[in-house]
Nanobody, 125 residues
Framework: VQLVESGGGLVETGGSLRLSCAAS????????MGWFRQASGKERELVAT????????YYVESVKGRFTVSRDNAKNTGTLQMNSLKPEDTAVYYC???????????????????WGQGTQVTVSS
């Protein structure tokens, strides 16, 4: 099982980036997808998560209105669209997947089973 993120990079404050996560190696029916980030010297935090059905989503307060999570189950991919980026968004971003049922979202890091390798997002001031 493999999750591969792409789309990170360097962007100026106010800019946008689109992260993608490609999953392979098994079927992900009933698996929620989450996006985490870890800034240097800080703990990994949940940024956004989406249920397998796509019906339910969750965003950490600091990204609400700026980030949008989505997924395409037919292609086994997930996306995190990040707009109005701020320097405090700088971090390594990870996608992850775990069993959540048809409509479930997962908030706890330990409930995610599969993880990508991470992609660096740097927002310059």
């Amino acid at each position: 099982v493999q999750l591969v993120e792409s789309g990170g990079g360097l962007v100026e404050t106010g800019g946008s980036l689109r992260l993608s996560c490609a999953a392979s190696g098994r079927t992900f029916n009933g698996y929620a997808m989450g996006w985490f980030r870890q800034a240097s010297g800080k703990e990994r935090e949940l940024v956004a998560t989406i249920s397998w059905s796509g019906t339910n989503t969750y965003y950490v307060e600091s990204v609400k209105g700026r980030f949008t999570v989505s997924r395409d189950n037919a292609k086994n991919t997930g996306t995190l669209q990040m707009n109005s980026l701020k320097p405090e968004d700088t971090a390594v971003y990870y996608c992850a997947s775990g069993p959540g049922g048809y409509n479930g979202v997962i908030h706890t890091v330990n409930s995610y089973i599969y993880w990508g390798q991470g992609t660096q997002v740097t927002v310059s001031s």
